[in-house]
Every structure is written in C-alpha cells, then in structure tokens.
C-alpha cells in the first residue's frame, strides 16, 4: 500500500512480519522499513519485566513521504492500538 519494501511475512532470522531487523540489544528490537514514496520508518520495542515500551519514528525523504505519511497515520494508530491490546494479553514469558 505504501510501496514499502518488506521482505517476507513468515518466519525469518532477518525479518518481523516483513520488516527488516536493524539492531537488536538484551531488551530490545529495532526494525525498519524503507518506502518507494520517501518513507522511512523504525519500530523500536524494549521489554522491561513488567511492561514494555514502543516507538514509532517515521523520516519523510521526500515529498511524496510528506504527502502520504499524515494519510496513513490513522490507520497506524488504529493497527498500533489492536496489535499493542493483543501484546498486553500474552504473559511476558510467552512473548519472549
């Protein structure tokens, strides 16, 4: 939909539901994705014992990036909300 360039949606010592694994450290992830449109993002998450933290970071590269990112911002919010409340459910042990 945004010409992201995701590489493959099943398991992958690479990949996280497609997007790139950039760094990872004892307690976190980062993941990044790159668009056609001039959009780069990173996810970044960190496990603490009982919560953990998310991030989203978006670099507009472009102006098409400037154009596209506030039309999809609430459907980010919308699928961040749903994912997150799927994540809040599963023990911590499970998630890891």
Do not use: Q
């Amino acid at each position: 939909m945004l010409g992201a360039e995701l590489g493959p949606a099943s398991s992958s010592p690479a990949h996280v539901f497609g997007w790139r694994i950039g760094e990872v450290g004892s307690d976190w992830i980062r993941l990044e994705l790159r668009s056609k449109f001039g959009l780069r993002a990173n996810l970044v998450l960190r496990v603490r014992s009982e919560f953990f933290d998310f991030a989203t970071f978006v670099e507009h590269c472009g102006a098409a990036g400037r154009i596209i990112w506030p039309c999809v911002v609430p459907i980010h919010l919308v699928a961040l909300r749903y994912l997150l409340s799927r994540v809040a459910r599963v023990p911590l042990e499970d998630a890891r």
